[in-house]
């Protein structure tokens, strides 16, 4: 696959968005069922080349979470059929119209959905994404470019494969599937200068990836963010929901971009909140780190630098602080929070509406746990991913954020006057 | 204004966006009001300023055309002044609920639509869209940063002063609106690399200018593209049709981007169409620049060559080719084509379908001109450019393509399970 450059292969997919953007929905089904077909039935050779990987990340000395998220089993496989299953199950966007109406002079005006062309996508060394993001694509009608992490090559490569093979016997060209993988550095640059043949980039990883994305490229991306994610509690915050909301924000899985990394206490409610919301923490093995009013209320707490509360933790770890006022806790926000997701306790009406009306975050919410922000959760069916920017999607992203619109035009002869 | 830094101007509108979005519709129509007004009332010096931009213009041997441009006269002041009470009659787009359903577990959630926060412009020596993009920000509860056209400093220094006195006067922050013209280049560059400061950049003028601003910028952009325009011609096309969209279509104004550059008529029509569309054009004044086969057919006609397929003209003048096919005639759009606007003049259905659904451009016609590309005409009321990406607005922006949305969820005390 190395004879050609990462350009070819940009063309190559240009062309072929052609090909996916007519696809009827059952096309695109069919399609879609042949991949997760394919992926079950080649279980063995794909589990060999991710064994490979695997193999060569332990020499590498990549640690055991990254090998964890590396690793491809049978069941796994499995799941990547049925996520792929899954995707086929969805609405098809395409056509949709979004808008219409006509004009005083009688042109038909429809606004109506159509799908980008190409996606580009560049993550790490998780090889399901590979499969996501090519099942999305294609469901939505685009062709897709992937560039995943050098640790997760060797699967890649066999998972880019099968799921081409699998489009071949569907009578859909391959090329609407494309990596760049074995181009390394360079595949990542063409895709982030292809401008004219990539219509939308979106890094997915650690955000030192999507900051190098989001700066050399050229084409436009969204930007899906890392999550410094906030619980406020105020004094009029129920024992049990403040407890309940912060524990499982936290320790429900801590691994994710919207698991909560920081707690702000109003003054007033810290001598009742602080003690039950911190050992509550702690029994559950997470390690507090404090200010010194924390410090002050629970015994076992470490001592909360400058560097916490900007920290997204992504592990059993948690910083706890308490602020005097609403207006002190947002001021801290406003300083810290990467803007995907924020969450405030109380019972208290005007700080629950100040808190949605002032908080600049994707997702703002009252007395629920941040582990809702979720393509899932918000009822997509499946998430392309978690858009911390404003333009173009905000929030999880679903099959109708990798597509486009255009407006058709329907006259008999109309002029401008 | 030259003591504080362009970082000091994006900073200070980062903060002022917070009080622009929590203005009420009432409050902005009263900003706006007082801006109307104020422009109306400042006259006399805005025309003052505006004589000392021509005056350095003529020195500089800036063209008529350019000089046309920059002009402000008591009658154009009057229409600034217009244009900013016809966009505080504008619905606001704040606020509006785009979606929303409850979760399974009874967490409320609302998709809302909330400003972008900073809008940057970047824009040549057009007075009049220094005021546009403050106003139109203002109405969707965004601050503003501009940078316009150095010819046309003096008078953007003076406008962007009286705005700013207005909203001073209407008792809201007068730091909603900037500029950073007084900076020069490294004003731009601050706006283009204004990360978290800058929430949406929209840069309008020339290819070259946008080209700029999509490469250097590392904030969002939203690419307003030059119109290379197509019309095609197949061999239904009624005589009358063919000839009033032409005309219409490139001389009611030459100037603007959805006049029509290029002229598509397949070889079956060619004989009839050709003569008749090429000598109305001639007859209005147009230069019409042909390949062999029209060139066979129509006298004082001007040989195209390559560079004619990709030129946008914005003038009198206008290219035409013959085409075998309706295949020809789409692939020579998808070569030649800036995604802009494209329409067909043709009766047959089939011809008809297929163009619409295999033209990629922000807007795609059927027998009508061209030049109803625009926002008024699709009843936007304003416009703030035509975007031709896909990502997150296509087609005539209005308003609401100046906002984001936000994701509220209100719930009683719900984790995840």
Chains 1, 2 share one sequence.
Not at 302 to 330: F, G
Not at 401 to 407: D, G, I, N, P, V
């Amino acid at each position: 696959m190395t004879t050609d450059t990462p350009q070819d292969r940009l063309a190559r997919a240009k062309e072929a968005s052609r090909v996916s953007a007519r696809l009827t929905s059952d096309e695109k089904v069919q399609a879609l069922e042949s991949i997760a077909h394919a992926l079950e039935e080649s279980a063995a050779v794909i589990i060999e080349a991710n064994a490979r990987d695997i193999e060569n990340g332990r020499r590498d000395g990549i640690g055991d979470a990254l090998i964890d998220r590396l690793r491809l089993d049978e069941k796994r496989v499995v799941s990547l059929a049925s996520a792929v299953r899954e995707i086929a199950a969805l609405p098809d966007p395409i056509g949709q119209v979004v808008a219409g109406h006509r004009m005083p002079n009688g042109v038909a005006l429809e606004q109506v959905r159509v799908p980008f062309g190409v996606v580009g996508a560049i993550y790490e060394a998780r090889p399901n994404v590979t499969v996501d993001i090519a099942a999305l694509a294609l469901r939505s009608g685009n062709a897709s470019v992937l560039r995943g992490g050098s640790a997760a090559r060797e699967s890649n490569a066999v998972l880019v494969g099968v799921m081409r093979g699998a489009l071949e016997r569907a009578g859909i060209t391959p090329e609407v599937i494309q990596t760049v993988d074995d181009f390394g550095r360079d595949g990542a640059k063409a895709l982030m200068q292809g401008r004219g043949f990539v219509d939308v980039l979106v890094p997915r990883g650690s955000a030192a990836l999507i900051e190098t994305v989001v700066t050399e490229s050229t084409v436009p991306v969204i930007e899906t963010g890392a999550g410094n994610v906030h619980i406020v509690l105020d004094e009029t915050a129920p024992d049990d929901w403040a407890q309940e909301i912060v524990v499982n924000a936290k320790v429900q899985r801590p691994s994710v971009c919207n698991a909560v990394e920081t707690v702000l206490v109003l003054r007033q409610a810290a001598p009742r909140l602080v003690p039950l919301v911190a050992s509550a923490l702690q029994s559950e093995g997470v390690a507090v780190h404090g200010d010194d009013t924390v410090m002050g209320l629970v015994s076992n707490v470490i001592p909360a630098t400058e560097e916490d509360w900007s920290t997204e933790y992504l592990s059993l770890d948690i910083a706890m602080k308490v602020v005097d006022t609403l207006d002190d806790a947002l001021a801290h926000i406003r300083t810290y929070s990467t803007g995907h997701t924020e969450s405030i306790i109380t019972t208290d009406t005007r700080n629950a509406e100040r808190f949605l009306a002032e908080v600049d975050s994707a997702v703002v919410m009252v007395n629920s746990s941040t582990r809702f922000t979720d393509g899932a959760e918000f009822g997509f069916g499946a998430e392309v991913g978690i858009s911390t920017q404003k333009l173009h999607a905000r929030g999880p992203m679903g099959l109708s954020e990798l597509t486009s619109t255009k407006w058709l035009a329907r006259g008999s002869g109309q002029t401008r006057g």
